[in-house]
Nanobody, 125 residues
Framework: QVQLVESGGGLVQAGGSLRLSCAAS????????MGWFRQAPGKEREFVAA????????YYADSVKGRFTISRDNAKNTVYLQMNSLKPEDTAVYSC??????????????????WGQGTQVTVSS
């Protein structure tokens, strides 16, 4: 089992920045991936970004590329999502997720086994 705890959400004005954190504990492994997904009211959950724990390869949704950065701290077993130039359409509940294995289908939320509780990000115009 892997436990994930997110923090760092909040209210910010358009153009501002926030950093989300996701601390992992339990049966973590070097052979796993962590991702961030978001879900706005009335919309489906969508992929935001992912990172491979081994090697550090990163993947982004087109809508956030160039504005968001995913990174990891191996010593702290923590993944971060730095969000810059935030827009009102970034408003959503952001959740981190983890799974074992390769980079196959990283953008598909159904391939992740472990989820955090979610944190609200609200961007005002």
């Amino acid at each position: 089992q892997v436990q994930l705890v997110e923090s760092g959400g909040g209210l910010v004005q358009a153009g501002g920045s926030l950093r989300l954190s996701c601390a992992a504990s339990g049966r973590t492994s070097s052979n796993y991936a962590m991702g961030w997904f978001r879900q706005a009211p009335g919309k489906e959950r969508e992929f935001v970004a992912a990172i491979m724990w081994s090697g550090g390869s990163t993947y982004y949704a087109d809508s956030v590329k160039g504005r968001f950065t995913i990174s990891r701290d191996n010593a702290k077993n923590t993944v971060y999502l730095q969000m810059n130039s935030l827009k009102p359409e970034d408003t959503a509940v952001y959740s981190c997720a983890a799974r074992y294995g390769s980079a196959y289908a990283l953008r598909s939320y159904s391939t992740y086994n472990y989820w955090g509780q979610g944190t609200q990000v609200t961007v005002s115009s």
